[in-house]
């Protein structure tokens, strides 16, 4: 039987409840998932890389195939490195889907062996984006809902410059 490892990249600026779901999912179909926090997404983090990989493996301790990390460079070479043959991505409505049409091609043409296996988000987290939650914690609002209460107290505590407890 072929071990199926299956990788799960994004920024995760915080991490939410829609990406809970989509992990929570990914680990029913495959034996390992991994859980990568990308490095350089091109986007100015709140979180530290450590934090945010300390904050996924806290939500994510009662899954025990799943494992989080980080990775530096390409996808294709992280994946490569973990020997995945499977990219997981989530799809939270249509506008998602021109840009991760494009990574997906990209990643294949960059690494043929490689699939992207796209999971629907729920309805109830298709509106959802790490963003919006940022947004809403640094305007003193209640993102209960939005994130788990972990990740809401990380979010206090850096918008109230505290440091928050790993
Ligand atoms: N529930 C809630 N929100 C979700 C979600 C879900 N299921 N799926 C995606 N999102 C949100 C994220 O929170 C994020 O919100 P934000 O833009 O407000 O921060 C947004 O959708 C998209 O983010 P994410 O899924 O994290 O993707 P990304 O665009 O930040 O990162 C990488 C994409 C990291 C996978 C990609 O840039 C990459 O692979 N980089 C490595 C370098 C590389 O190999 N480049 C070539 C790739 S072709």
Redesign the pocket.
Known sequence: MKLRIAVY?????PF?Y??L??IDRAAQIFDQVIVAV?V????NPLFTIEERVAMIAKECTHLKNVEVDCFY????DFACQKKARVII??L?AVSDFEYEFQ?AL??RKLNPNLDTIFLV?QPK?SF?????VKEIASLGGNVTGFVSPGVAAWLSAKFTNKKPEV
């Not at 460079?73 to 294709?76: A, D, F, H, N, T």
């Open positions: 990249p994004g920024s995760f600026d939410t829609g990406h779901d989509i990308s350089n997404s091109g986007k460079g390409l996808l294709v991505r989530g939270r990574m990209t990643n988000s987290y959802l984006s790490s963003s919006i």
